[in-house]
């Protein structure tokens, strides 16, 4: 009888809450709200988040937990506790070590990003035959699905041994464009409000369920149909990647159905991951540079500086030292994962200090509450940056404040800090490289921002950004293109 009166009151704890005087809470650090769905700790502060995270051990965010074992039949690695998210962790993370990146993936890249842009300079042509001289007519291009087709070949090369042929890469592109878009109307989603609101007030959102519509089903069902062939493919080949053996052993306990499932599920959230954020980086890298002559003009010189495929010991950052700066003022400028979440584990009292007092304040904070960092706070805040809403890749040419140093987390921090973070910002140099050795682009204003849209891993995409470009000099000339591959996407050869 006491415990089903201990756990009646922990089902109404929340509706309890909900109706409690002076419920919301305001300190300089954070914020707390407390309604009828649960409650929200808005954190100000990155000195706060990292107390709290290293205090503290918060737990995935729940409606992205549901999103996911429901999408994947499978809890991934990105929203996996504890052990689990221990064991994944360790059989992908040393494939996306630095040191592997830049010996085994960096030539990979550059073969990627030159065949497609070598194609796309091919539709400047004006009735010319294959091989002949360029024409230097301008074109219009997509950007972003561009980037994801040249991203999406790349990781081909760590997830199967070989880089995906461009036309199978766009068709990636496609259809996980399909599976992640967030569909914010009809009747999936109103059912999917719903739940999470019932689900919450009786304490009992670790169970929710999640609606997928149809279209989204059917794309990530095919992504993952997919991505069984290219295994099996690249098994009967005799290929062994790396990075499969260690999900082989990870998974080594699970019936081999579930385990090819499991693996499957994994390499499709990887190109989910490597290919949203990477590329919506170098689409808003380009939109900047195109926005800008000066900045411009730099690029071109740098990436022109010496014969492509010249060899060199020295890293990309300090080979390419400008095309460097001018991807991490795109990742502070642009923040491609604009929200960090995550809920408490256990109940917590904070302190914090009253706005304009001196005197402190301790706030409750309940288990199983939204915590929510949003670390454009410290990417764009006036006291740590000079003219936060001005492109000027400048600002990293010189070592970071240690307030800058702390505050600019593109990839999140500690334990779970993104493990593509060496591949993302080597593709980001390499991919730049190749596009602007090839391609002038014309200066195209912007205005103060770029129209995003949220998807469904809750990521920024870029909308609708284009660049016109035109062949390079030393690029229109006979013979450059002569062994370009002819079996290329179609989005290229319209």
Known sequence: MKSLITKLGSLLCPIRLAFTKNSNSRCKEFSVHHSLTGCELNIHSIKAVRALFLKHVPLRYKPLVALLRTAMRHRVMIVAEGEDWRRTHDAINPEFQAGVVARQYAPVIRAAADEAFAKLAHRGMTGKAMGSVLSTTAIEIEVEPLMRTVTSSVLGYILFGNPLPLEEADYLERTLSIATKVIQNGIPAQINTGMATVLSVLNLSNHKPIVIPKAQRKALDDVIAWIGLKIDQAELAGVRPPLLESLKTRFADRQPVERKRCIAAEYAMLFIAGIETT????????????????????????????????????????????????????????????????????????????????????????????????????????????????????????????????????????????????????????????????FDVETKEIGQSIPVERNAVFTNRPVGVTARVRAAADHARSGTEAAVPLSLNARLTQ
């Open 279 to 438: 590329a919506a980086a170098l689409t808003f890298a380009i939109a900047e540079i195109a926005n800008n002559p000066a900045v411009r003009d730099q690029v071109i010189r740098e990436a022109r500086q010496e014969p492509a495929g010249t060899p060199s010991n020295q890293t990309l950052a300090a080979q390419f030292p400008y095309l460097h700066c001018v991807f991490r003022e795109t990742l502070r400028r642009h923040t491609i994962v604009p929200t960090m979440l995550r809920e408490t584990e256990t109940d917590y009292e904070l302190s914090g200090e009253n706005p304009g007092a001196e005197s402190g304040v301790k706030v409750r904070v309940r288990k199983g509450s939204t915590l929510r960092y949003l670390p454009i706070q410290g990417h764009m805040r006036r006291s740590i940056w000079t003219d936060p809403r001005v492109f000027d890749p400048d600002r990293f040419a010189a070592p970071l404040t240690s307030e800058q140093t702390i505050n600019y987390i593109p990839f999140g921090f500690g334990p779970q800090r993104c493990p593509g973070h060496a591949m993302a910002t080597t593709e980001g140099i390499l991919i730049l490289l190749a596009f602007f050795r090839r």
